[in-house]
Each structure stands twice: as structure tokens, then as C-alpha cells.
């Protein structure tokens, strides 16, 4: 694995996009200004969740951790005014046949921990899910696929469940997506001075340089490299010793194979380790033959 640098980290990077959204009224301003730039309105106060997790409905099923999950909120009251949560997950790792079907498990999970016993289903919040993408995840070269629901039969006809996927190619060329967003999305890939085009970018560059001039973020990232390193070592001493333990099954089947019809079946397992069972087996196969 190559350690990057943390100032060679980009806001696709989950370590840095992680840090910046949990920085208080930075993270807030960050998700406020990439939303505006994304959805093409203008969005109040925001609360945001960094990295929310929203567990499985018992605990043998799966849950979901989100990067960013936001409320919009009357400023100083934190009463929500839009009845919209937005979650934002920039994702580097290419998963085109997967990323619908994740997607879909995202929203329903959401969806599930918004209701209140006995309430009333038109009170359920809109969720709109945004995936930041550095790979086209549908081959239409496009920079932004919107996805919501609609009748098969008629296109046109009315249809809102309250629920938009959607999903941003960082360099794709086709439709027509503002000027701003081109740029926001070429500075997220990319975060250096020289792709600060414009006030709300160069307001989201300060806030990445205070996380990377933080030594407690310094400190952090090192663990986290750690931590990584040590998993990825474990992994690997895992895979040798199953490589070792398939090695050492296979010559025990050869010997188990040569001694049959000289002792038992339940003194070849005892000599070889293997179970009767699998003894049996082999005695069956070689019968066959």
C-alpha cells in the first residue's frame, strides 16, 4: 500500500472529506455550499451527521454508514423547515453494477428510522442520495444522473415518492451542467489552489487547509494509516496461513488415498488428520474407478 501525504489528500478521500464534515460550523458551510452548487437553489442553516450510522433492522442485518447526513433548519431555532435529508457520499471505489442496488438499500434504511410509530406516511422526510464519483457509473459520459421513480406505462404521469438518487461523474461531458458545478467537482477531485475558480470554492479551499495545517488531524491520520496497515498485514497472514492449511489438507489427501485398503478408515483419518468422513469419501471415489 503508498502512504499518501494528508496534503496530497483530495475531498474525494474519505479521511479528508470525513474531517472537514466533522468540523462544526466549517462542515456545516461546506455541505450548505456544495449542496446550493449540486442542486442549483439555496439552502438555509444545515446540521449535519458526519459518518451517521444507521444500523440493520436486527442485529444480523447489515447496516449503512453515511458520510454526510443533512438536515436543513430555521436559522437559530433548529426547527427543520424542509421536510428533505440529503446524504452525500463521495466514493472512489468502482462498483457500477452494485452502486444502484446500494443506493436502494441506503434510502430504504433511511427511510426506516423517519417514521414514528402511528405517524402519518405524507410526513415522511424526501431523501435525496448523492454519490460523487470519480468513474462513469453508467457509460453515458454524462456529469450528473438524476434517477427517480416513475410509471412505466406513462412517463409523464405524476409520480413522487419523495425519493432522487443522484450521481456525479467528476469528468463527464455530456448534458449541461452549470459552470459551477464543472468546477466544484474538478476542485473535490482535485483539491489545489490552482482549481480554485471562484468565492464559494476558495471558501471550501480555507477550510480544507485549516484540517490539514490541524496537528490532531496529523495525529489522526497517522493512526488511521496504522490501523489500515495493520489490517491489510492481517489479511495477508490470514491468506497465507489458509494457503499453508490447503497445502498441508491436500498432502494429507494423497496419503490418506495411498493407504487405503492397507488400514482402516478411522486409522487413516488418525494418522492424517482427516476426518472419517472425508476418509469414506475417498474410499467411495476410488471404488468408483
Not at 116 to 121: A, I, S
Not at 154 to 169: A, E, F, V
Not at 235 to 251: D, L, S
Not at 272 to 277: A, D, R, Y
Amino acid at each position: 500500500m503508498i502512504r499518501r501525504k494528508l496534503e496530497d489528500l483530495n475531498l474525494l478521500d474519505d479521511f479528508l472529506f470525513q474531517q472537514l464534515v466533522s468540523r462544526g460550523e466549517d462542515g456545516e458551510n461546506f455541505c450548505r455550499i456544495l449542496l446550493e452548487t449540486i442542486l442549483g437553489k439555496k439552502i438555509g442553516r444545515v446540521k449535519v451527521a458526519a459518518q451517521k450510522a444507521i444500523p440493520g433492522r436486527d442485529t444480523d442485518l447489515h447496516g449503512i454508514r453515511l458520510d454526510a447526513f443533512i438536515e436543513a433548519v430555521e436559522p437559530e431555532t433548529d426547527v427543520e423547515v424542509e421536510s428533505e435529508i440529503y446524504d452525500i457520499e463521495p466514493n472512489r471505489n468502482v462498483e457500477r453494477k452494485a452502486l444502484p442496488k446500494r443506493t436502494r438499500y441506503y434510502q430504504g434504511l433511511i427511510d426506516s428510522r423517519l417514521l414514528d410509530r402511528n405517524m402519518d406516511y405524507r410526513k415522511l422526510k424526501n431523501v435525496v442520495i448523492i454519490m460523487i464519483l470519480p468513474y462513469d457509473p453508467f457509460g453515458d459520459n454524462r456529469m450528473v444522473y438524476t434517477v427517480q421513480n416513475q410509471c412505466v406505462e406513462n412517463p409523464n404521469l405524476p409520480y413522487d415518492d419523495g425519493t432522487k438518487k443522484i450521481y456525479l461523474y467528476t469528468k463527464g461531458i455530456e448534458g449541461t451542467p452549470s459552470q459551477e458545478l464543472q468546477e466544484m467537482l474538478k476542485y473535490m477531485e482535485n483539491s489545489i489552489a490552482e482549481n480554485v475558480t471562484n468565492q464559494n470554492i476558495e471558501a471550501i479551499h480555507n477550510y480544507v487547509k485549516r484540517v490539514k495545517d490541524d496537528k490532531e488531524v496529523g495525529i489522526q491520520y497517522m493512526k488511521s494509516w496504522e490501523w489500515e496497515q495493520l489490517i491489510e498485514e492481517r489479511a495477508t497472514a490470514e491468506g497465507m496461513a489458509k494457503g499453508m492449511e490447503k497445502g498441508r489438507q491436500e498432502k494429507a489427501i494423497e496419503i490418506a488415498k495411498q493407504l487405503l485398503g492397507i488400514l482402516d478408515v478411522s486409522t487413516i483419518a488418525e494418522k492424517t488428520g482427516l476426518s472419517e468422513e472425508t476418509v469414506k469419501k475417498l474410499e467411495e471415489e476410488s471404488i468408483k474407478r
